[in-house]
């Protein structure tokens, strides 16, 4: 192989980073509490809660489990569907998922804590210490994949290769492995830590990881893994945040967002951050997660400022409100049309024009102070791999082309799933995509037959 992995800690970060200023929003259940809460469940026939879970965990079954003391069963039952059911627990908008379909949001009683619930149980059975869940199976013939990037789509695809006794590299260009789980998750929903820990599990199970193996160029290239794999599965992700094109948009006080998260969750708590003034542009899950997080960190101020209508914003309306709660004031209908440095460079503001229909209204602009701009406006999609890769397909936005039942490429060797094929979903839609990929490769290697349905770039559509 081109470029083997480098010598640093797979599974290791700085103590005392600055995302550990930010606690844990629901920290885990003891044992008595799980059982009060999996009591109230009414293990539902036909569980609507089950259909709202892009994973299908068996919800009523693993509740009941939690109920009767069998912790490690209530786990396994998650697993058997999710093998991230950990992080998924953590990182779910539960709201608009699975409690969101609970029974008892028809009768206006508070829904099932499922998400908390599921956390009790792959928390507690995965503990280090712990015995292992799964002795994976010797495979009658073993077949090897290469996953690029380690974010939730390639840890779930590896992870159902490596039960079935098959071999699974995973390359991460970056020094930290977990993708989004790591680098892009809100602190007061999960830590590095508690990623690393669910990639140490995946990596239990026989699967191996290589961090600094970045895929390219510069790296490995993708006709060694064709030659050297059995199949290869892309999960990248997304690529750096988009920019603005403004007037002033250069120079210091303006960052991607999803770059300041990564950044926030990364550093160490010893590096200098005064935050002052933030203003985020943009209405989504990622501009919202900034936000709050900045009121969280002690910023003087935080503004969001959206084009169009509150309503309109793609963020959770419950993430929304929470943020508002928490001190961060919503702009909508305005557009940033500079940015405002003074003679040194240094960030002062952001000008904002009115918008009608999302566009600018000439003549409306207005100045407001701000020492830190976070655009939170989309990311670029990933390219590059297409190029390494005969075969491989973009749409117009992008996105890899896959076909939707078995996630294979227009190259068969090749699979792909998560963000970098439905352009920027959940982490469990990304789940179901590494899983399902996994599957087809299993039952075309089993049976010669892929099961191939139509092409498509957004395959997770039916995974909610
Ligand atoms: Fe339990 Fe609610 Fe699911 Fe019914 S819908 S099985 S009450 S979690």
């Known amino acids: 192989m081109g470029q083997e992995a480098t010598s640093r800690p797979l599974f290791g970060v700085a103590a005392g980073r600055l995302e550990s200023a930010l606690p844990d929003d629901k920290p885990l259940y003891t044992d008595a509490e799980a059982r009060a809460e999996a009591d109230r469940c009414l293990y539902c026939v036909d569980a609507p809660c089950v259909k709202a879970c892009p994973t299908s965990i068996d919800i009523p079954t693993f509740i009941k489990k939690i109920a009767s003391g069998n912790v490690r069963g209530s786990a396994r039952t998650i697993f058997d569907q999710n093998m991230l059911g950990y992080s998924c ?3 779910c908008p539960v709201e608009v998922l699975c409690a969101g379909a609970c029974v008892y949001q028809e009768w206006h009683g508070p829904a099932i804590a499922i998400g908390r619930l ?57 020094a930290v492995v977990g993708g989004l789980n790591s680098t892009g998750i809100a602190p007061y929903k999960l830590h590095v830590e508690d990623a690393l820990h669910e990639a140490a599990w995946v990596a239990a199970l026989g699967v191996e990881i290589r961090v600094g193996a970045g895929v390219g ?10 030659s050297e794999y059995d199949a290869v599965f892309i999960g990248v992700g997304l690529g750096a945040d988009s920019r603005l094109n ?4 250069d120079g210091a006080g303006v960052v991607g967002a999803t770059a300041w998260i990564e950044a926030m969750k990364l550093a160490a708590s010893g590096e200098p951050r005064s935050l002052g003034r933030v203003v985020i542009v943009g209405g989504g899950n990622t501009a919202i997660d900034m936000a709050r997080e900045c009121a ?3 910023a003087a101020e935080v503004t969001m400022v959206y084009r169009r209508e509150l309503g309109d ?84 936005r992008g996105c890899v082309l896959v076909d939707a039942a ?29 899983r399902d990929a996994a599957h087809a490769m299993l039952r075309l290697w089993d049976t010669g037959t892929p099961n191939r349905g139509p092409r498509t770039s957004a395959a997770e559509a039916s995974h909610g």
């Open 296 to 298: 969280r960190l002690g």
């Open 89 to 91: 627990a953590r990182v």
């Open 406 to 434: 078995t996630y294979q490429t227009g190259n068969p060797k090749v699979y792909a799933g998560g963000d970098c094929v439905n352009g920027g979903k959940e982490v469990v839609n990304a789940v179901a995509a590494g």
């Open 217 to 226: 160029p510069a790296g490995i290239r993708g006709a060694t893994l064709l």
């Open 118 to 174: 599921q956390r009790y149980a792959t928390e507690t059975a995965t503990r280090v210490g712990q015995p292992a869940l799964f002795h994976p199976k010797t495979a009658k013939v073993q077949r090897s994949v290469a996953l690029i990037g380690s974010g939730p789509a390639s840890l779930a695809c590896a992870a159902s290769l490596a039960l079935e006794g098959h071999r699974a590299v995973i390359l991460e260009k970056r």
């Open 246 to 249: 403004i007037p002033g948009e």
């Open 313 to 396: 914003m793609s963020g959770y309306e419950h993430e929304r409100e929470a943020a508002q709660l928490e001190g961060v004031r919503l702009i909508p209908r305005s557009v940033p049309v500079a940015f405002r440095r003074d003679p040194d460079g240094k960030l002062t503001g952001l000008s904002l024009a009115r918008t009608d229909g999302g566009h600018p209204v000439a003549g409306t602009e207005q100045d407001i102070p701000c020492d830190l701009v976070g655009l939170a406006i989309g990311q670029a999609k990933v390219r590059e791999i297409a190029d390494e890769l005969p075969g491989v397909t973009l749409d117009a």
